[in-house]
Each structure stands twice: as C-alpha cells, then as structure tokens.
C-alpha cells in the first residue's frame, strides 16, 4: 500500500511570511502525527490529531497550527516564521494511537525560512 | 523532564567492524523504539522492546532493554554501507500521548 506523502519536499520562505504543508496518511490510518526535526533539538512532537481534533499538543508555540480533514489529510501551518522555524517537518501516521502502535513517517518537508 | 541521551553522537567505521549504540535515560520507560533514518527520508522504525531485559535479534541488528527499563543499546555486528545513517530511539512520555526521541547516533559506514 501507497506511504505516507508529504507536500511540498522543498520550500523556501521569507522571515514573517506563512506556510502550510501537508500530509496524507497511509490508507485507513485515522491518527496523524507532526514533528520538527532541526540538528540541535532533533525531533521533536509538535501535535497529532485523530478524527479531525488535536488529540495532543507538543510544547511549541501558537504560531504552529493544524488540522485535519475528513480523509484524515492533514495540513500543518506556521504563521510569521522565523528563521528558527528552519527545520524538517515530518508527519507519521497510525492506525489509532501514535504510542500504541507503530507510527509511519513521511520523507518530510525542508523548510527553509531566509 | 523525560530525556533520552544517545551516545555516541557521530560514529564513523570501517565495512566489517562491530558497534554499539546507546539510548539512556533517568526515567523508567514502558517501551523505546528504535528508528533508523537515512537522508532524504523519514525515520523507519526498527524494533520495540518492551521488557526488561528483553533482547531482540534483526538479522546483524541486536537490540537489549535494560532491566530496570531506563535503557536500551544497539549493537551491529559486521557493519556494512547500507547501516550507514541516523539511529533514533524513543520512549512513550509519562502522559502517554507522545513519543519522545533521542538526538540520536549518526553513523556512517565506509567500504
């Protein structure tokens, strides 16, 4: 069965613009999750959700934002970036639970905020 | 504040060597996870251990948990190109909502 893909792979913004990025589960996975992945934090949980509602929220602040779609499609949007907000933006499904169960990851999106 | 700490950070070997790998924390966990990330790409998760003193066997790949479950090592047995990338572990938060990962080992493994 088809992965899990992420869009866009590649994206360049400009300090105090928006992006939103998204991200299709695998087929029948209900529990999508996000994370930043940056070289000196590593990975790190941003928020999931589960029948399009946050189920649980990392410590980030509110310019970080998601949502969920009927097709359990996700979108991730960050608001008035900074240059801190470079990072690779992974989002992994599941079944139900991210912990229960093993989670599959996307290849990400690059973001790079100048 | 639940930490994993892997050591070490960077690994670089000759095809052929054996290594090791280390995931520790202060904190009991009820089950870690081990991931293996290659560039380009999204982590793929390995193994789950969850009891102590369990030890799992993935072909070259051997995965123990610690008996008091704060810990968890990999060793890989005649290391080969293909091992080459970034070793991630992680545990569930005491909350139970989350997974909480390790900065993880990079390694690179040269013919």
């Known amino acids: 069965k088809a992965g899990v893909t992420q869009t866009p792979r590649y994206l360049i913004k400009t300090r105090g613009q928006q992006v939103t990025l998204s991200c299709s589960p695998i087929?029948?996975?209900?529990?999508v999750s996000w994370y930043q992945q940056t070289p000196g934090q590593g990975l790190q949980f941003l928020f999931e959700y589960f029948s399009e509602t946050q189920r649980n929220k990392g410590n980030f602040p509110g310019r970080f934002s998601g949502r969920q779609f009927s097709n359990s499609r996700s979108e991730m949007n960050v608001s008035t970036l900074e240059l801190g907000d470079s990072a690779l933006y992974l989002c992994?499904?599941?079944?139900?639970?991210?912990?229960?169960?093993?989670?599959?990851f996307g290849p990400g999106t690059r973001l790079t905020v100048t | 504040t639940q930490l994993l700490e892997q050591s070490p950070q960077f690994l670089s070997i000759q095809e052929g060597e054996n290594l090791t790998v280390y995931c520790n924390s202060s904190?009991?966990?009820?089950?870690l996870q081990w991931y293996r990330q290659e560039p380009g790409e999204g982590p793929v998760l390995l193994v789950t251990v969850v009891t102590g003193g369990e030890v799992k066997k993935l072909k070259r790949l051997t995965f123990q948990f610690g008996d008091a479950r704060k810990d968890s090592s990999l060793h890989i047995t005649a290391a080969q190109p293909g091992d080459t990338g970034l070793y991630l572990c992680?545990?569930?938060?005491?909350?139970?909502?989350?997974?909480?990962f390790g900065k993880g080992t990079t390694l690179s493994v040269s013919s």
């Open positions: 992680a545990g569930v938060n005491q909350a139970g909502t989350a997974l909480i």
């Open positions: 087929s029948g996975h209900r529990s």
């Open positions: 904190s009991v966990f009820s089950s």
């Open positions: 992994a499904s599941s079944l139900d639970r991210p912990t229960g169960r093993e989670q599959y």
